[in-house]
T-cell receptor, first 114, second 112 residues
Framework: NAGVTQTPKFQVLKTGQSMTLQCAQDMNHNSMYWYRQDPGMGLRLIYYSASEGTTDKGEVPNGYNVSRLNKREFSLRLESAAPSQTSVYFC?????????????FGPGTRLTVT | AQSVTQPDIHITVSEGASLELRCNYSYGATPYLFWYVQSPGQGLQLLLKYFSGDTLVQGIKGFEAEFKRSQSSFNLRKPSVHWSDAAEYFCAVGQGAQKLVFGQGTRLTINP
């Protein structure tokens, strides 16, 4: 099992450009999440999907959109990137036979917006 | 809303010394509690978790944590740290519909 995979690992964008971060999990989990990590801020939830076909805003959704393409895949889109979106982005998943709330994380995408 | 506080932003200990990382949470009912570790440039790995039962839980890599309801704490401990334990550690509490709320993290440095 690969667990949670994310692409790309690194990305540099210019202000105003768009991009989509991809996430996939092979653990048959129902729930998936996107976080951003900034120094001294811990992890903050951007969007989550409790089950296939549903998405909800988290703590910091502004400037982002998501798509739960199917049970395995959950993508995060930046329509018009801003320097404030420079961060490390993590995807996570949970559900199945694991403890409620127990989340498994991908390796992250380091995004720089200039 | 639930919240998690990790009072120590950065801790330095000597290799072989004992370690305790603090975590305090606010939650009305019995919480689901977690500790995650993040090595430099890596994702988060689950160290241990608490749901119910025995308040002292054992995790991977020789870590343990104790749930103390009276103090709203879930502190992480290790009797003897190794250089490879240098990382950032996050405490988290379950909230609402399958969400986690994370503390700000504690960065651990190990002196040789």
């Amino acid at each position: 099992n690969a667990g949670v995979t994310q692409t790309p690992k690194f990305q540099v964008l210019k202000t105003g450009q768009s991009m989509t971060l991809q996430c996939a999990q092979d653990m048959n989990h129902n729930s998936m999440y996107w976080y951003r990590q900034d120094p001294g801020m811990g992890l903050r939830l951007i969007y989550y999907s409790a089950s296939e076909g549903t998405t909800d805003k988290g703590e910091v959704p502004n400037g982002y959109n998501v798509s739960r393409l199917n049970k395995r895949e959950f993508s995060l889109r930046l329509e018009s990137a801003a320097p404030s979106q420079t961060s490390v982005y993590f995807c996570a998943s949970s559900g199945g036979t694991g403890l409620p709330y127990e989340q498994y994380f991908g390796p992250g995408t380091r995004l720089t917006v200039t | 809303a639930q919240s998690v506080t990790q009072p120590d932003i950065h801790i330095t200990v000597s290799e072989g010394a004992s370690l305790e990382l603090r975590c305090n949470y606010s939650y009305g009912a019995t919480p689901y509690l977690f500790w995650y570790v993040q090595s430099p440039g890596q994702g988060l790995q689950l160290l241990l978790k608490y749901f119910s039962g025995d308040t002292l839980v054992q995790g991977i890599k020789g870590f343990e944590a104790e749930f103390k309801r009276s103090q709203s704490s879930f502190n992480l401990r290790k009797p003897s740290v190794h250089w490879s334990d240098a990382a950032e550690y996050f405490c988290a509490v379950g909230q609402g519909a399958q969400k986690l709320v994370f503390g700000q993290g504690t960065r651990l440095t190990i002196n040789p």
